[in-house]
């Protein structure tokens, strides 16, 4: 089960040719309902393949016909960022709902939900779902503070506390401190997980807009450590701007 990391760029190549069997898994043999945790809840524990659209361009992730609602000034940014400014690709942390092209893995107990990702930079989130509130005024983060409920069948995390450092993808979209994030995450069969992420931020975008995206379940494999400064070499090799959708 050995996947060897010889670069960012390379990696991710690697990663989506051989895309579904990517990451030493394999894909379940038969679908069947969704587990459950002994409360009754959806059981959304488990491995997690990414969902490419949230990593190369996010207007991939809309409903069709649907354009991103960018400000000028965004769109302008978006145009002029080069590959090898993104902070992904110098080891910084992805944000929210950034993904990078490695599994992820979901640990839920009944008051913290926590996802670790195995890379770009091997990092985690924490979601409370105790019932505490989002501080008042909280330190700007990459992954910003996360609450989470139940609404039916859904996991519901809200997320304020962002900094504006991270990209939303490699095509460079941006974002301000204003950022305000609503997941839902759904569980429909026992192998794939869905998701919406509402995205309303005034200071970037004309209107809130929803993505959608799907992770399929990884069985028989595990997060494996990947450092990414370690002899990260890449940047200094990229150039131009990544046009993949």
């Known amino acids: 089960m050995y996947r060897p990391v010889t670069g960012f760029l390379l990696s991710c190549a690697v990663a989506f040719a051989f895309a579904p069997i990517a990451f030493g ?3 379940p043999t038969a679908n069947r309902p969704a587990p459950r945790t002994p409360d009754g809840k959806p059981d959304l524990n488990g491995l997690w393949g990414p969902d490419r659209t949230f990593i190369y361009d996010i207007g991939s992730t ?3 016909g649907e354009t991103l609602p960018l400000q000028p000034w965004a769109e302008k940014v978006t145009k002029e960022r080069m590959s090898n400014g993104d902070p992904e690709a110098n080891c910084l942390p992805a944000g929210v709902p950034r ?13 913290l ?3 670790l990702f195995e890379g770009n930079i091997h ?6 779902m105790d019932g505490r509130g989002h501080p008042d005024d909280p330190d700007p983060t990459w992954y910003g503070h996360s609450i989470g409920k139940w609404e039916g069948d859904a996991l519901v995390v809200d997320t304020i506390g962002f900094n504006d ?5 490699f095509a460079g979209h941006p974002h301000t401190q204003k950022l305000h994030i609503t997941e839902r995450y759904r569980r429909p069969d026992y192998s794939h997980l869905d998701f919406e992420v509402g995205i309303d931020d005034p200071g970037a975008y ?5 993505m959608y995206g799907h992770s399929p379940l990884l069985e028989d494999s595990e997060i494996m450590e990947y450092i990414c400064n370690e002899n990260n070499q890449d940047v200094g090799h990229i150039v131009g701007k990544d046009s993949r959708k």
């Open 123 to 128: 990092t985690y989130r924490q979601i409370f």
């Open 113 to 115: 939900v926590v996802l």
């Open 62 to 64: 809309l409903k069709k």
């Open 25 to 27: 898994q394999s894909a």
């Open 99 to 111: 993904m990078a092209p490695y599994p992820w893995k979901i640990v839920q107990q009944p008051k």
């Open 206 to 210: 004309t209107k809130p807009f929803t």
């Open 165 to 169: 450092k991270f990209w939303f993808d």
